[in-house]
């Protein structure tokens, strides 16, 4: 044991906080320690003793157990009797000095005569501790040995009064410090990581795949899982053990004690309850929970009961009250909301751990009076046994129980935080499964359960993404489609309804400030320019005063559009343009002006002399070209303060954050924040308080975010990905850098973002490996930091913030803005955090999914999303890859979003704004069913066509004879067809003009000879009539198209001053003369190569006729 270390200032402290508690006595419930004189401990071998009050003193005050060893504590000094060996580990505190402390003596056995004279030392100095004969003893502890056995002999003779000490020690020993407390936190997580990765999941496939299992396998099963480090990471394995076998019980028989094994009954589909807890360091932990198999509505609410008992209870652990008014409180509670389950509870609500499992003193029942003081840990466990469920169709379900539990650390303020965080809501531990006779059976009422059912394993019911934990059946199309139905049906009631609350709520046009350069003519500058009749810029008023017909006319900055300033031979002319109706063409101008029917300047030039006159300090363009820097400059000012200003004017105001002071706050140092504060990327720290997080760059920035702001957190750990991050949606935009921000980011880069490909790199590299070995490991401390800062935040805030990971595995390839990115489904959102701008959809939001572009013959297609508030737009995602559909479809139809897919791109500005004017309407004539394939409308359209191509058959339009010359001539033509387009794309680059025009000719006269052919016969006027009305039709919006019209402006203008000329152009909003110029369209000729067009069979005509209504019926849309 030389190469082990003692912590002296540990053991110092521990050992002081004994002496001075056996001193001065403050324990109120407990006076056994004021009693004795002395203190002994004998600790010997025996495997079979796990916990012992003995062993937990050695433990407590050395850090190991030491066995065949006596301890004995007096008033002048501390006496350890052990081996050699031991003996040389305890010299390391042997020369430790304190007045608060006696002095410190270890005793080597000797062998040879068994200890005798050693026996014989010990028994002089608990005699002369105090001169008394009462020696506290831990009286359950008995070890067996040689050695023990011979002690106890010769202590018996002595005649010594013994007085049991336990409860005492044990309630000196409950209030944890830091080292402790981190210990048993440790062990929280690994029993957390062993019940949520392993037992957990085991249930799930012994469930799914309808296994028999028993119970005592799934025990042995987790035992085992502890040394795995495919379900424990972050600690020592070596370190690990359990505190007692995981019990595991099901089918009727339950007993809520940690004394209780796992049965080797098998797991009964039913009520499932699950105990398991992880000892670290010698430091216990536990948590319990309940799973519920298709529970009933009373299970539900029996179980929902239970945690509100829990989190009473959490509530009212805190320093200064005592344990058994907790209990009266949790029985008053039950008293008031459920007095009939008050005889099924449990004897008493938990009791403290440490390094005993169970410390028995220590209670939460109803004769405890231990006070509870702060960092103390407790198990806080609650069961309700013997419940009846009415509703079970066998025997084993008939009787059930309920039982959770939880490693919680008292703080100085209520309540207790939980360090077992798995949750436990019914969401998270029910099961709903369908057996196949009810897949089979039509009955809305089941499908309603099964709706219900896929609220598991998850935070919300998107959870439905984890269908590998759900039992599916492998062809889902069909009913896939009859779900889509359902949905549509829900979809437009739902709206409609949603519709009709909101009622005639009309948005507010924004009117325009009104502002005003000066309230009266006193205000007006006296300065020599103005009274000159020059331009003039007043700063203050941001106003500019300008002469107009020899009068001072002062204009506001924000009514000039723009200037501009050149210089023609002598002169240097300055225009002016204004803002004034009809100037912002296309943008809503209702509310920009007060008066609208009034008349507005437009433009104004000013023209001044380059040439200094004698007797003039300087030219007369100086005042232009003053004038010109300072517009500039004020307008500049002007538009940066009204940007301001719009970016705040919609903000909500947020609370103010409360800080902290706790040190044991979350908190995540040298991240990065995106968007930036400032231009260049700073690093700075993210912390946890009391409603929201702050983060603190190095440069002193500041930005908070509070917890009720939070619409989505996320979570994405560093694998596949350079980066780890966290990830805040926000549900107010909150302001930082100048800008709002509806997303903010905090993220640390995990590796090289760019890799230096001149370098020199060998697979064997001992760099390169191990830069490599360095890289898995700071991932891995990351990932163990960020999961660990986000546990503890959900933790902290109750679950009012939870944080969502992306299920890489499921996500899919799509353009949300420039750049293709990896977008991935969350529990309740679509998300691509890695690249800026991010890209979050929450889906509780979204009304239904249209596909744009699904057509076998291209590669991708578009989704766009619809949201619930027609008024927002939507949100598009190009170029997904068409390999991609039936997962996506999938994907939305597990999440019981609605989807409908098309051919064509449709206007979404345009079909938004139809709905939002008559929402009413929309819905009548059948809301979103338009958008299906097989809709009403688009299929009349299709059977309309079918029709007028039925009429197009060879035998309605003559003889055989003259079908075998059209099919011949169809023949021909399309061999000309092939032979132009070999042309057209092998040998016209290397022809010349003229060659091209004496080709084209020859196609002119082609066609006019074989239409004037043709002509003579009816087969040809009767198939190409519908042609024919298209190429009229097509030539008729091409006219149309180039038709345009201008609008004129008189233009006034007159000399306002010697020095300077102007000409201002006024314009009435009433002066509505227009001139229309028509542009006719010349006739051009088709010089087309394909000669299928002319062909006159009726397989050709119909596919023609298919063409044309399709492009119809595209431009339709």
């Known amino acids: 044991m030389s190469g082990i270390v003692l912590d002296k200032d540990t053991f110092l402290r521990r050992i002081k906080r004994l002496y001075s508690e056996w001193k001065n006595p403050t324990i109120a419930h407990d006076e056994s320690l004021k009693k004795v004189s002395c203190i002994m401990t004998v600790v010997g071998v025996d495997e079979v003793i796990v916990y012992s009050k003995s062993t937990a003193l050695q433990t407590w005050l050395l850090g190991y157990e030491f066995t065949d060893t006596i301890s004995v504590f007096t008033i002048d000094g501390i006496y350890f009797l052990t081996s050699k060996k031991k003996i040389e580990f305890l010299r390391q505190i042997e020369n430790c000095k304190d007045t608060e402390i006696p002095e410190i003596k270890l005793i080597v056995r000797d062998r040879n005569d068994k200890d005798k004279v050693n026996f014989e030392k010990l028994l002089g100095y608990m005699k002369a501790s105090n001169k008394g004969k009462v020696v506290g003893v831990f009286s359950k502890d008995g070890f067996p040995g040689e050695f023990c056995e011979s002690w106890k002999s010769v202590y018996k003779k002595e005649n010594f009064e013994n007085v049991d000490i336990s409860a005492a020690i044990a309630y000196i020993m409950c209030p944890k410090d830091e080292p402790e407390i981190n210990n048993i936190r440790k062990a929280a997580l690994v029993s957390v990581d062993l019940f949520t990765k392993y037992l957990k999941d085991q249930i799930m496939v012994v469930i799914d795949s309808d296994k028999k299992v028993k119970h005592s396998k799934l025990s042995e099963g987790a035992e085992s899982a502890l040394t795995d480090k495919k379900y424990v990471s972050g600690v020592d394995i070596s370190l690990l053990e359990m505190c007692y076998p995981p019990i595991i019980q099901s089918g009727g028989v339950y007993s809520l004690k940690f004394s209780a094994h796992s049965d080797k009954n098998f797991l009964h589909f039913g009520v499932i309850v699950c105990s398991l807890g992880a000892r670290y360091k010698s430091y216990c932990s536990n948590i319990s929970r309940t799973f519920l198999v ?148 039509g009955d809305d009422k089941e499908e309603v359960k099964e709706d219900k059912g896929t609220e598991i394993l998850g935070r919300s019911k998107r959870n439905a993404v984890l269908e590998s934990k759900l039992r599916t059946e492998t062809n889902t199309e069909e009913k896939r489609k009859e779900h889509q139905k359902e949905l549509a049906q829900r979809l437009n009631e739902q709206a409609r309804e949603r519709l009709a609350k909101q009622g005639d709520s009309k948005e507010v046009e924004k009117v325009r400030k009104n502002t005003v350069s000066y309230k009266s003519v006193s205000q007006m500058p006296r300065e020599t320019e103005v009274k000159e009749l020059k331009l003039f810029v007043d700063k203050k008023y941001e106003t500019v005063i300008m002469p107009i017909f020899g009068i001072t006319v002062p204009f506001h900055i924000s009514m000039i559009k723009n200037i501009s300033q050149s210089v023609e031979g002598e002169y240097t002319y300055l225009r002016i343009n204004f803002f004034h109706p009809g100037a912002t063409m296309g943008r809503n101008e ?81 991240l990065y924040i995106r968007p930036n504060i400032v231009t260049k990327r700073m690093t700075g720290s993210l912390e946890a308080h009391t409603n929201g997080f702050r983060y603190i760059s190095v440069r002193g920035d500041k930005v908070d975010i509070l917890y009720n702001n939070i619409k989505s957190a996320f979570f994405q750990p560093c694998d596949s990905e350079m980066i780890i991050l966290l990830h805040f949606h926000l549900k107010h935009a909150i302001m930082f850098g100048k800008k709002k921000h509806l997303d903010v980011q905090f993220y640390t880069e995990v590796g090289e973002i760019t890799t230096d490909l001149g370098k020199h790199q060998h697979m064997h590299d001992r760099d390169d490996l191990a830069a490599e070995q360095a890289e898995r490991e700071l991932r891995h401390k990351l990932k163990t930091a960020f999961k660990s800062f986000c546990e503890k935040v959900e933790s902290m805030t109750k679950q009012q913030v939870e944080f969502d990971t992306p299920f890489r595995e499921l996500g899919f390839p799509g353009a949300p803005f420039r750049s293709t990115v990896n977008l991935m489904p969350t529990s309740g959102s679509l998300v691509n955090l890695t690249e800026w701008p991010p890209f979050v959809i929450t889906l509780d939001d979204v009304e239904l999914v249209h596909f744009e572009r699904v057509q076998f013959h291209l590669r991708n297609f578009d989704m766009v999303f619809v949201f619930k508030d027609y008024h927002k737009r939507v949100a598009m995602v190009n170029a997904i890859p068409m390999s991609m559909l039936d997962h996506v479809k999938e994907w939305l139809n597990s999440c019981d979003i609605r989807y409908s897919e098309g051919i064509q791109s449709l206007n979404w500005a345009k079909i938004m704004k139809t709905i939002t004017d008559n929402p009413e309407n929309f819905f009548e004539e059948g809301g979103w069913t338009f ?160 000669k299928g067009h002319h062909s006159s069979s009726s397989k050709r005509s119909r596919e023609d006729s298919r063409d044309h209504g399709h492009k119809s019926k595209k431009s339709r849309h």
């Open 590 to 670: 209702g509310g920009l002006y007060p008066q609208p029917e009034a008349t507005f300047v437009k433009e104004v030039t000013y023209r001044a002399s380059n040439v200094k006159e004698h007797g003039e300090v300087a030219a007369s363009s100086s005042n232009l070209n003053n004038a010109f820097r300072l517009i500039k400059e004020v307008q500049k000012r002007f538009k940066t303060r009204e940007a301001e200003e719009r970016e705040k004017e919609d903000l909500v105001k947020q609370d103010t954050l409360i800080l902290s002071q706790n040190k044991g706050n979350p908190k995540l140092k040298d």
């Open 931 to 1090: 958008l299906d394939p097989e809709s009403g409308s688009e299929g009349g359209n299709e059977s309309a066509e079918s029709e007028e191509d039925e009429v197009y058959e060879p035998s309605d339009f003559g003889s055989d004879d003259e079908s075998d010359e059209d099919s011949e001539y169809s023949e021909a033509s399309e061999d000309e067809s092939d032979d132009s387009e070999d042309l057209g794309s092998d040998e016209e680059s290397g022809k010349d003009w003229s060659d091209l025009e004496r080709e084209a000719a020859e196609e002119d006269r082609n066609q006019e000879f074989n239409g004037d052919d043709k002509h003579n016969g009816k087969s040809y006027d009767k198939k190409h009539s519908k042609s024919s009305k298209h190429s009229r039709s097509d030539r008729g919006n091409q006219q149309q198209n180039k038709k345009h019209k201008s609008a004129t402006h008189t233009k006034n203008s007159k000399h306002t001053s010697s020095t300077s000329h102007s000409s201002s152009k006024l314009k009435s909003s009433k002066d509505k003369h227009h001139s229309k110029d028509k542009h006719h369209s010349s006739s051009h000729k088709d010089r087309s190569r394909d």
């Open 294 to 441: 298709n529970p009933t509505q009373q299970m539900q609410d029996n179980y929902n009961f239970l945690v509100n008992i829990q989190e009473e209870i959490l509530k009212l652990l805190k320093p200064g009250i005592k344990l058994n008014k907790i209990y009266d409180a949790a029985i008053e509670y039950v008293k008031k909301e459920k007095p009939s389950l008050l005889e099924n509870l449990t004897k008493t609500f938990g009791f403290a751990l440490g390094i005993e499992f169970r410390e028995n003193s220590i209670i939460i029942g109803p004769k405890c009076q231990a006070e509870v003081k702060k960092n103390m840990i407790f198990n806080v466990n609650i069961g309700i046994s013997n419940l009846t469920n009415s509703e079970s169709t066998d025997k084993e379900g008939k009787s059930y129980a309920l039982f959770i539990g939880d490693t919680v650390l008292v703080g100085e303020q209520s309540p207790a935080s939980i360090m077992t965080p798995s949750k436990k809501k019914i969401k998270n531990i029910g099961i709903f499964i369908k057996d196949d006779s009810d897949e089979d059976d």
